[in-house]
């Protein structure tokens, strides 16, 4: 697949998917593909060519008088508009634009005349291609396991808990999978239809703006006349998909659909939804993440005006009230006490001491690497370069706070809300309050930011609400503060790790070794990309009382930070170029040479820079993409970084929108200088510090760098994530950036913690 | 107690307890719903309004001092047949908004700047636009706000340089 740039789906499927060895996933992709025979026969596409059941449930749900669905993925109405369902959820990445184009493209269908809409969260419209590859890349999967058959659902949750994650793969599993191939098949099948209306072969048709076109005669036929016949046609399982010379909006710059309503106010998110006799409510969970609601004396909320109830969870207490300022103030007056389940001595300094220990001391979970290090070591005598790096917990801190509305009534509950998988909510909620999943109806709202946080898996608001509604005879709307959000979160690890390697007399690396300790999730580790003889990666689990989450990135962003610091400082060790070091460690000729070369290029790579300033570089490859990038950075008189400037090189094989992949970019590079320079979510007995964006701040615009170049080179490699790429590289190459300007190197994150002390 | 004050240049009343914050009159009583949550305490930005023409917090101003005064949210920044603000415009051609979330805020924000200041100097944009956005769109809404004060062939420069 890797010399096609435009892989069908019998290639995708049978090409390699394990290009990483991991060590659960095997087990991931076994538990999966028994699932996927019981319910589809073994043909992963299958489904949607053979079950008319699903076919039939997706054109009840979407499809209305005058308009013809296709393989639930598509319909096209008689006034020729098309619209695209998109299974997955926008949450600002541009998803629904791209899946849009590609579908259009192979459609050749007039780009004005196209709708994406938010696809039902139905099982007829679930994703088995996106789950397939999903597994194949370790990453997590969606919502397609909630339907699997109950035998297998058991095994399938329990590996929830060893990885999940729902960004950078919908654009290329489910675009390049599913919404090409089915543009290209209902193409043909309109091409079909037109031929026998108009009594001429179909090799002599042609397509294009939402039209077949007979040149030789000079009739056409348009789409929307010709949908209702070609929706009965047979489709084709394998339609010849366009080749890049050939794209007219993949690869295009096209403007994206959901910004007019995100400018003029009309956008409603989740938190915005409101219903006729709706009441709002707040919570407070357990300070200490597995404590327990203790006692509450209720009356201080009751005596507030406008607070209807106070409701107990088995962890938590909410307030439900008129609107949300009075729940706000009810749940202030109360005084509830909650146990600290067993965690009171959990602190951000013993959870640093205890993985010191563990690695010193403890055997590793998981083992990766090549060639014998240990030999290598011993070889260079006392000559081992090592140095310690620890980075903190990390909030996602999405903009908008959690918030969900739930109705029970009549035997269901209804939900309305934000989450990056409908299914696997619907999913969650059942089980949280002993219902069966057909009596939970979803509907997915705009999302504001998700970054990892609202995949349900870890989103325990979805138990909260559904809690909730069931002991009110109303809807009710629940909605986290920012110091709930805060302070329970599910951190991006607090994690640390020891590197240590020699240098050959040649100044090569002769042997690398990382330690480093983290949650009992090995996976998601960045792939070791330098050519050195002996590698060793070895993973000690420590867990703590948080529920590590995927963090925009996952693990990519702390072995970032570890392996591209390492190898700064073996450059520095071996007196030579940060660049050029690693350039000489990288397969001539490699893409990511290529990348890196780029990089260097432009950003004046060597050019001098005013005094107090330093040019730091990073390169890291995650979710099928290559990211170099290169910071420009000083130090302010407050001892805090200044970010300068900032260069990206991206190699994810093809962009399908560059205007929107560079908005994904530049916001991955400010989210991770972001947490470089400030951010960290501090324990002490067991429970959160940190409270508002007062004392977890978020980058602001001042401290930006004002401009972001961002280069994409196109290759033939099979399509990587645009979401999430753009982070991992950033901090190192601040931190690199900040060596060079000052001498002083930086081990512990974030940054201004380092300024201050 | 029934409190007035005008919203958008419509006359409005509403029964709320004095203490409430002007962003949840405006979101919950008046339907209001794109000034937005996001701290509740003033550090964020994503509830700015303008209120008798300056930029507001809504989340921290209690409502009983917003009496006998003209709030904007926006929702009423567009012209009365529909043509949205400068602003907007550049907003949709710059492509700002990734989640959108803090998006009625920068607005908000950058539209008071470039009434206060005509064509604001980018020290100027540094220190007004303090309203955090965790997708990241900074450079966008510097280049939609330098777009907006007719700045545009300058940031183009800007950028053409920033290539080369
Ligand atoms: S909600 Fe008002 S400033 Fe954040
Ligand atoms: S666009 Fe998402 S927070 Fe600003």
Redesign the pocket.
């Given at each position: 697949m890797a010399d096609n740039p435009n892989p069908n789906l019998e290639e995708i499927e049978a090409a390699p998917t394990d290009t990483t060895p991991v060590k659960k996933k095997g087990i991931k992709r076994r538990i999966f593909l028994a699932g996927a025979a019981l319910l589809v026969g073994g043909g992963v596409f299958g489904l949607y060519w053979a079950d008319n059941a699903a076919k039939s449930r997706a054109r009840a749900l979407t499809t209305g008088e005058g308009e013809h669905n296709f393989l639930t993925w598509m319909k096209i109405a008689e006034d020729d508009t098309v619209t695209v369902f998109s299974p997955h959820i926008d949450f600002g990445q541009g998803t629904h634009t791209a899946l849009g184009q590609m579908l259009a493209d192979e459609l050749d269908a007039d780009w004005a005349k196209v709708k994406v809409e938010q696809a039902p969260s139905d099982v007829a419209f679930s994703n088995t291609a996106l789950v397939e590859k999903f597994l194949g890349e370790m990453t997590g999967y969606p919502g397609l396991i909630a339907a699997l058959p109950a035998a297998v659902m058991g095994a399938l949750t329990r590996s929830q808990k060893i990885q999940i994650t729902g960004g950078s793969s919908a654009v290329r599993f489910t675009g390049q999978g599913g919404m090409r191939v089915v543009g290209a098949a209902v193409r043909l099948a309109l091409i079909e239809e037109a031929a026998d209306r108009l009594g001429v072969p179909a090799s002599e048709l042609t397509t294009a703006d939402s039209k077949v076109i007979h040149a030789a005669s000079g009739r056409s036929l348009r789409y929307g006349e010709l949908a209702a016949g070609a929706a009965e046609r047979s489709l084709r399982s394998d339609p010849v998909l366009k080749s890049r010379k050939d794209y007219r909006l993949i690869g295009k710059p096209v403007t994206r659909r959901d910004i007019p309503a995100k400018v003029d106010g009309s956008a409603v998110y989740g938190i915005d939804f409101t219903l006729p006799d709706m009441r709002v409510a707040t919570i407070a969970a357990a300070p200490v993440r597995g404590g327990k609601l203790i006692s509450v004396d209720e009356a201080p909320a009751l005596a507030v005006p406008g607070v209807e109830k106070v409701v107990k969870l088995d962890d938590a207490v909410i307030v439900v009230a008129k609107g949300y300022w009075q729940a706000s103030k009810g749940l202030a007056a109360l005084s509830p006490k909650f146990s600290d389940g067993g965690h009171g001595a959990m602190s951000t300094p013993a959870i640093y001491a205890a993985q010191d220990r563990l690695r010193e001391t403890g055997k590793p979970d998981n083992t990766a690497g090549e060639g014998d290090v240990a030999a290598a070591f011993k070889a260079a005598g006392g000559k081992v370069i090592s140095a310690d790096y620890r980075v903190p917990f990390l909030h996602h801190a999405m903009m908008e706070p959690f918030a969900l509305t739930a109705h029970f009534k009549s035997g269901k509950l209804e939900m309305w809300g934000g989450l990056q998988d409908p299914i696997g909510a619907r999913d969650r909620a059942a089980k949280a309050v002993g219902m069966d999943m057909e009596d939970v109806i979803f509907h997915p709202m705009i999302m504001g930011g998700g970054f990892g946080r609202r995949f349900p898996g870890v989103a325990e608001i979805i138990d909260q609400a559904a809690q909730l509604a069931r002991q009110v005879p109303y809807p009710v709307k629940l909605v986290w503060s920012?110091e709930e959000d805060l302070r329970h979160g599910t951190y991006r690890p607090q994690s640390s790790a020891r590197l240590a390697a020699t240098l050959d007399d040649k100044g090569r690396i002769a042997a690398w070794q990382s330690d480093y300790v983290q949650g009992d999730n090995a996976e998601g580790e960045v792939g070791f990309i330098y050519d050195v003889p002996a590698t060793s990666r070895r993973h000690f689990a420590y867990t703590t009382n948080q529920i590590d989450g995927p963090w925009r990135s996952v693990n990519s962003t702390q072995h970032g930070f570890y392996n591209e610091s390492f190898i700064d400082e073996l450059a520095h060790a071996a007196g030579e170029d940060p660049y050029r070091f690693r350039r000489k460690h990288l397969p001539d000729g490699s893409r990511h040479q290529k990348v890196l070369d780029e990089v260097a290029r432009r950003s004046g790579w060597g050019t001098p820079l005013p005094a107090g300033v330093g040019r730091g570089i990073a390169i890291v490859e995650s979710f099928g993409t290559i990211v170099a990038e290169v910071i420009e950075a000083t130090v302010k008189d407050d001892g805090t970084p200044k970010v300068l400037k900032a260069f990206a090189v991206v190699d994810c094989g093809t962009t399908v929108n560059p205007l929107n992949a560079e908005a994904q970019i530049a916001g991955g590079i400010i989210m991770g200088l972001s947490a470089t320079i400030g951010e960290a979510i501090t324990l002490d007995q067991g429970a959160v510090v940190e409270s508002n964006?007062t004392d977890y701040p978020i980058l602001r615009l001042a401290d930006a760098p004002p401009l972001i170049d961002v280069h994409f080179i196109e290759s033939d490699a099979p399509m990587g994530g645009i979401g999430e790429p753009g982070v991992p590289p950033a901090s190192a190459a601040l931190a690199n950036a900040l060596f060079m300007a000052t001498g002083k190197r930086i081990r512990t994150l974030p940054l201004r913690q380092q300024a201050k002390a | 107690m029934a409190i007035s004050f005008t919203v958008n240049g419509k006359d409005v009343s509403v029964a709320a307890e004095p203490d409430t914050p002007l962003?949840w009159v405006l979101r919950e009583e008046l339907a209001l719903t794109g000034t937005?949550?996001?701290?509740?305490?003033?550090?964020?930005?994503?509830?700015?309004v303008h209120v008798d023409g300056q930029l507001t917090?809504?989340?921290?101003v209690p409502v009983s001092e917003i009496a006998g005064r003209a709030v904007t949210t926006i929702e009423g920044l567009k012209a009365e047949d529909g043509t949205l603000h400068a602003v907007q415009q550049a907003w949709i051609a710059a492509q700002v908004p990734q989640c959108g979330y803090c998006q009625s805020?920068q607005i908000m924000a950058a539209v008071a700047l470039i009434e206060r200041t005509g064509v604001p100097s980018e020290a100027q944009i540094d220190e007004a636009m303090t309203n955090i956005c965790r997708c990241g769109t900074y450079p966008r809404i510097r280049k939609a706000i330098l777009a907006a004060t007719g700045r545009a062939a300058r940031a183009a420069a800007a950028s053409a340089q920033g290539e080369a």
């Amino acid at each position: 697949m890797a010399d096609n740039p435009n892989p069908n789906l019998e290639e995708i499927e049978a090409a390699p998917t394990d290009t990483t060895p991991v060590k659960k996933k095997g087990i991931k992709r076994r538990i999966f593909l028994a699932g996927a025979a019981l319910l589809v026969g073994g043909g992963v596409f299958g489904l949607y060519w053979a079950d008319n059941a699903a076919k039939s449930r997706a054109r009840a749900l979407t499809t209305g008088e005058g308009e013809h669905n296709f393989l639930t993925w598509m319909k096209i109405a008689e006034d020729d508009t098309v619209t695209v369902f998109s299974p997955h959820i926008d949450f600002g990445q541009g998803t629904h634009t791209a899946l849009g184009q590609m579908l259009a493209d192979e459609l050749d269908a007039d780009w004005a005349k196209v709708k994406v809409e938010q696809a039902p969260s139905d099982v007829a419209f679930s994703n088995t291609a996106l789950v397939e590859k999903f597994l194949g890349e370790m990453t997590g999967y969606p919502g397609l396991i909630a339907a699997l058959p109950a035998a297998v659902m058991g095994a399938l949750t329990r590996s929830q808990k060893i990885q999940i994650t729902g960004g950078s793969s919908a654009v290329r599993f489910t675009g390049q999978g599913g919404m090409r191939v089915v543009g290209a098949a209902v193409r043909l099948a309109l091409i079909e239809e037109a031929a026998d209306r108009l009594g001429v072969p179909a090799s002599e048709l042609t397509t294009a703006d939402s039209k077949v076109i007979h040149a030789a005669s000079g009739r056409s036929l348009r789409y929307g006349e010709l949908a209702a016949g070609a929706a009965e046609r047979s489709l084709r399982s394998d339609p010849v998909l366009k080749s890049r010379k050939d794209y007219r909006l993949i690869g295009k710059p096209v403007t994206r659909r959901d910004i007019p309503a995100k400018v003029d106010g009309s956008a409603v998110y989740g938190i915005d939804f409101t219903l006729p006799d709706m009441r709002v409510a707040t919570i407070a969970a357990a300070p200490v993440r597995g404590g327990k609601l203790i006692s509450v004396d209720e009356a201080p909320a009751l005596a507030v005006p406008g607070v209807e109830k106070v409701v107990k969870l088995d962890d938590a207490v909410i307030v439900v009230a008129k609107g949300y300022w009075q729940a706000s103030k009810g749940l202030a007056a109360l005084s509830p006490k909650f146990s600290d389940g067993g965690h009171g001595a959990m602190s951000t300094p013993a959870i640093y001491a205890a993985q010191d220990r563990l690695r010193e001391t403890g055997k590793p979970d998981n083992t990766a690497g090549e060639g014998d290090v240990a030999a290598a070591f011993k070889a260079a005598g006392g000559k081992v370069i090592s140095a310690d790096y620890r980075v903190p917990f990390l909030h996602h801190a999405m903009m908008e706070p959690f918030a969900l509305t739930a109705h029970f009534k009549s035997g269901k509950l209804e939900m309305w809300g934000g989450l990056q998988d409908p299914i696997g909510a619907r999913d969650r909620a059942a089980k949280a309050v002993g219902m069966d999943m057909e009596d939970v109806i979803f509907h997915p709202m705009i999302m504001g930011g998700g970054f990892g946080r609202r995949f349900p898996g870890v989103a325990e608001i979805i138990d909260q609400a559904a809690q909730l509604a069931r002991q009110v005879p109303y809807p009710v709307k629940l909605v986290w503060s920012r110091e709930e959000d805060l302070r329970h979160g599910t951190y991006r690890p607090q994690s640390s790790a020891r590197l240590a390697a020699t240098l050959d007399d040649k100044g090569r690396i002769a042997a690398w070794q990382s330690d480093y300790v983290q949650g009992d999730n090995a996976e998601g580790e960045v792939g070791f990309i330098y050519d050195v003889p002996a590698t060793s990666r070895r993973h000690f689990a420590y867990t703590t009382n948080q529920i590590d989450g995927p963090w925009r990135s996952v693990n990519s962003t702390q072995h970032g930070f570890y392996n591209e610091s390492f190898i700064d400082e073996l450059a520095h060790a071996a007196g030579e170029d940060p660049y050029r070091f690693r350039r000489k460690h990288l397969p001539d000729g490699s893409r990511h040479q290529k990348v890196l070369d780029e990089v260097a290029r432009r950003s004046g790579w060597g050019t001098p820079l005013p005094a107090g300033v330093g040019r730091g570089i990073a390169i890291v490859e995650s979710f099928g993409t290559i990211v170099a990038e290169v910071i420009e950075a000083t130090v302010k008189d407050d001892g805090t970084p200044k970010v300068l400037k900032a260069f990206a090189v991206v190699d994810c094989g093809t962009t399908v929108n560059p205007l929107n992949a560079e908005a994904q970019i530049a916001g991955g590079i400010i989210m991770g200088l972001s947490a470089t320079i400030g951010e960290a979510i501090t324990l002490d007995q067991g429970a959160v510090v940190e409270s508002n964006f007062t004392d977890y701040p978020i980058l602001r615009l001042a401290d930006a760098p004002p401009l972001i170049d961002v280069h994409f080179i196109e290759s033939d490699a099979p399509m990587g994530g645009i979401g999430e790429p753009g982070v991992p590289p950033a901090s190192a190459a601040l931190a690199n950036a900040l060596f060079m300007a000052t001498g002083k190197r930086i081990r512990t994150l974030p940054l201004r913690q380092q300024a201050k002390a | 107690m029934a409190i007035s004050f005008t919203v958008n240049g419509k006359d409005v009343s509403v029964a709320a307890e004095p203490d409430t914050p002007l962003l949840w009159v405006l979101r919950e009583e008046l339907a209001l719903t794109g000034t937005k949550f996001g701290c509740g305490i003033a550090a964020c930005g994503a509830c700015s309004v303008h209120v008798d023409g300056q930029l507001t917090r809504s989340c921290s101003v209690p409502v009983s001092e917003i009496a006998g005064r003209a709030v904007t949210t926006i929702e009423g920044l567009k012209a009365e047949d529909g043509t949205l603000h400068a602003v907007q415009q550049a907003w949709i051609a710059a492509q700002v908004p990734q989640c959108g979330y803090c998006q009625s805020g920068q607005i908000m924000a950058a539209v008071a700047l470039i009434e206060r200041t005509g064509v604001p100097s980018e020290a100027q944009i540094d220190e007004a636009m303090t309203n955090i956005c965790r997708c990241g769109t900074y450079p966008r809404i510097r280049k939609a706000i330098l777009a907006a004060t007719g700045r545009a062939a300058r940031a183009a420069a800007a950028s053409a340089q920033g290539e080369a």
